[in-house]
């Protein structure tokens, strides 16, 4: 990936560019101290007065009205705000008309920033204040005022807290006055500008040190540059967060979001005093000390899927090259390419009005559709569809182009999601709540409602990360979820009512991926890559999931790597350095998923021989487990030496009844009140109070004991038992109560529950009513 930059022969302003701004994708306006504002087309090249401005007034900043409140009101959104030196800021229409001039500061006002919703405007002075207007210029408060000047600010995603420099310093301050104030020092010299991305939370600062450096919103390094030949004096993120643009003395560079370079670009532009992205973030504009404004666009991007490498050579035109065989077929489009996904043998190309899809059987012949909006945000993709992030919400597509939902919530901002934040697989959307990070969405793919009973997932904490599996039925949908203490925890999507179970199977992971043909989940795990061949055997036998993990070095792929994808048996990551490193995973789990899956156990079986690998037996064991067929699974767990479970596996296979086994398989993994359920729904009373004796569940054995008036002999039996043997008297008042009233006779304990194995043998020899219970593994 770099930039492409194009500049005129000879500059159209005078004197120095402060300021530029986007009104559309392919229009930018541009100030200049020769007190002219200029209109440039991109797509006629065109370059035309706007207005010149009074003698008086230097522009220093420029910043459009958000454009996704002009729906409402359209003239608003055609205002921008302009600050000039003389310490006032200037209300300005789009044909340049000055609508409202207001004093603001004493000196010059360095910036001028419109929150993300246009609700309110923030100023900041040389007199070292700041101070929040309304969107007609009426002052609300003056947020704070220190000695030394403010050069820049940003809001934060939410318009709640605003981040400002204060010399050396970054200090982030929340609206509400009683919030925490974040401050640390950033910079060894001055702080001279600042970003806050809205979609991945992450802070850009660049300063006199000729550094420029990432941060988290609490005010940690995340990256930090060698030092640069000249001072940093303007970055800019894109709108989706994926990438960013520094600009310094006569430098242009492109940097991905950890913080390495992609680019580096040396024009004759003086210094870049302010860089701005267009709305879809495929061209750059930056404003030159030397009166030239430079335009940039986005080249040389490239997605990989199996076989498959695609290169965007230039802005309407992307490269297919088939590795196997060399072929190169050529794509071109009416119009730029704003984002690209390719992923389960599909292309999917959005361009500024249309979108594109390729089977990658077949180059030539694309189905098309048109946008309503040219500002996709983000594509994901799953076997059968894909989801498209519009400006206004998202949309789910098959891949013959057909619209198959529009999924809507209350409080959608469809422009700050991203990967990390939304899922899709082929029944099921997820998405985190932008107001309550701890809470996730779960919609129907197939009509965009709410899933279930509309009741969403609620973590204990916040999440940062969520990922839905790729294959198995939709009632077995799984979601992975990594939260901010980088604990990973994995989940049903449908929980039939009940609260989810939620159970942890790592910590300490910084990032994770599905495989795309088997349920198997890689991640980057503190300083290694762990493979959880079967992760969900944490809800069949949670004792097995340490054995099912595969674990490899991970000093290969540098400090913080990421993992783009896991496809096949190969897993790509991207290094802290930017460059890829691709890990191979052993064939052998999906093999056995696949045969698992199709019910193939002898094949299933042949393979862990063959393979003499203990954490395939412990997969297979899980797998049996969860698919009921105990004969595979007793001869699993006896290759991993796990006795007592094979001891259990042959008890529960000496049931008389399939309900009474169903229920102690409920057991094996965990699932003591289903179980119950289980034997009471089918009417085996005895077989459930004993279950709970088992447990040493007495006040629950007694409760059904009573309840159905039957062995409540049988449960004093068995307590007094429990008791003589660890020498302790009875000290509950309901046993004490029923010891008085109930004689225990263990010879007539002993008939009845022989008299109960009988009629269950009978039962089950002949079945009148047929159990519809369901294992939930």
Known sequence: MRLKTSLLKEPK??????????????????CSEDHQILKWNLLTNETSLVVRLPDDIYPVDLHWFPKNVGAKKQ?????????????????????????????????AVLAGRWNYDGTALLTAGEDGQIKIWSKSGMLRSTLLSQGSP?????????????????????????????????????????????????????????????????????????????????????????????VFAVGSFNTLRLCDKTGWSYALEKPNTGSVFSLAWSADGTQLAGACGNGHVIFAHVVEQHWEWKNFVITLTK??????????????????????????????????????????????????????????????????QAEKHFLLVEGSGLCTFSYEGRLISSPKFPGLRADILNAQTASLSNDTIAVRDRTDEK?????????????????????KLEVSELALDQCGPSTERKIALIDKNRDLYLTFVHHLGKDPKICKIGSMVHSMAW????????????????????????????????????????????????????????????????????????????????????????DALRLCRFAKDEALWACLAGLAMANRDLATAEIAYAAIRELPRVQYINFIKKQPSKDSALAHMLMFSGHFQEAEATLLQAGLIYQA????????????????????????????????????????????????EYSEAVEVDWDKIQAKIEMELVKEREKAANPSVKSNVVLRH
């Open 13 to 30: 302003h005078k004197e120095l560019v402060s300021c530029i701004g986007w009104t559309t994708a392919d229009e930018l306006y541009s």
């Open 75 to 107: 003239t608003q959104a055609e205002i921008y705000v302009l600050t000039s030196t003389d310490g006032k800021f200037h209300l300005v229409s789009k044909m340049g008309r000055i609508e409202k001039s207001v004093e603001a500061h004493k000196g």
């Open 150 to 242: 403010v050069y820049s600010v940003a809001w934060s995603p939410d318009s709640d807290r605003i981040l400002y420099t204060s010399g050396r310093q970054l200090i982030i301050k929340p609206l509400q006055p009683s919030a925490k104030v974040i401050q640390w020092k950033a910079h060894d010299g001055l702080v001279l500008k600042v970003d806050w991305n809205s979609v991945n939370d992450l802070i850009l600062s660049g300063g006199e040190d000729c550094k420029y450096k990432v941060w988290d919103s609490f005010g940690r390094l995340l990256h930090t540059s060698s030092s640069q030949d000249y001072p940093i004096t303007s970055l800019s993120w894109t709108p989706d967060g994926e």
């Open 315 to 380: 802005r309407r035109t992307m490269q297919v090259r088939n590795v196997q065989n060399d072929a190169v077929d050529v794509l071109e489009f009416r119009d730029r390419v704003i984002k690209a996904s390719m992923a389960f043998d599909h292309l999917v190309v959005a361009t500024s009005l249309q979108c594109y899809i390729y089977n990658s059987r077949n180059w030539n012949t694309p189905i098309i559709f048109d946008l309503k909006e040219g500002t996709i945000s983000l594509i994901l």
């Open 439 to 459: 809470v996730i969405l779960f919609f129907d793919a197939m009509t965009g409602k709410p899933i279930g009973d509309g009741k969403p997932l609620t973590h």
């Open 515 to 602: 495989n795309n043909t088997a349920n198997i989940l890689c991640g980057i795990q503190d300083d290694q890559f762990t493979v959880w061949y079967y992760p969900s055997v944490v809800f069949t036998d949670k004792e097995l999931l340490p054995k099912t993990i595969y674990t490899k070095d991970g000093s290969e792929f540098g400090r913080a790597p990421h993992i783009l994808s896991y496809v096949g048996a190969k897993a790509t990551l991207r290094r802290g350095d930017g460059s890829l490193v691709y890990s191979n995973v052993p064939l052998y789990p999906a093999l056995l998923h696949e045969y698992c899956t199709s019910a193939r156990w002898e």
């Open 689 to 736: 109070i004993q279950l709970n004796i088992d447990l040493f569940n007495w006040n629950r054995a007694l409760e059904l004991a009573v309840k159905h008036k039957t062995h409540v002999d049988t449960v004093l039996a068995y307590r007094q038992k429990f008791l003589q043997k660890f020498g302790r008297r009875e000290t509950n008042k309901r046993f004490l």
